[in-house]
């Protein structure tokens, strides 16, 4: 059974920094690409970095640039989302979801119940 388990998500003042991990069971995690999303209420859920199953492809969106970093360690079955010079605006429920295949151009068949963040001061 796939199972994928966000953690880290909590109270952040505006400025900082949050370490989002997601661990994954039930599957070979390193033969997967993997995304972290958001679901922002009152907004559609909205893609927020990926990662490829061998790391040499990665993408950000939005806001994201140059704030995020999306790392694996296949080792543990976990993906990482560090974030950093936070902003109110990146609170939402963040999911962290498992694509069809070793692409990341492939679309996404599981998730997490996600982990929730606030920034707020």
């Known amino acids: 059974q796939v199972q994928l388990v966000e953690s880290g998500g909590g109270l952040a003042q505006p400025g900082g920094s949050l370490r989002l991990s997601c661990v994954a069971s039930?599957?070979?995690?390193?033969?997967?690409?993997k995304t972290w999303a958001r679901q922002v209420p009152g907004k559609g859920l909205e893609w927020v970095s990926g990662?490829?199953?061998?790391?040499?492809?990665?993408y950000y969106t939005g806001a994201a640039k140059g704030r995020f970093t999306i790392s694996r360690d296949n080792a543990k079955n976990t993906v990482y989302l560090e974030r950093n010079s936070l902003t109110p605006e990146d609170t939402g429920l963040y999911y962290c979801?498992?694509?069809?295949?070793?692409?990341?151009?492939?679309?996404?068949?599981?998730w997490g119940k996600g982990t929730l963040v606030t920034i707020s001061s």
């Open positions: 990662i490829s199953s061998d790391v040499r492809v990665t």
């Open positions: 979801e498992r694509h069809l295949t070793h692409s990341i151009a492939s679309g996404m068949d599981s």
């Open positions: 039930g599957f070979t995690f390193g033969n997967y690409s």
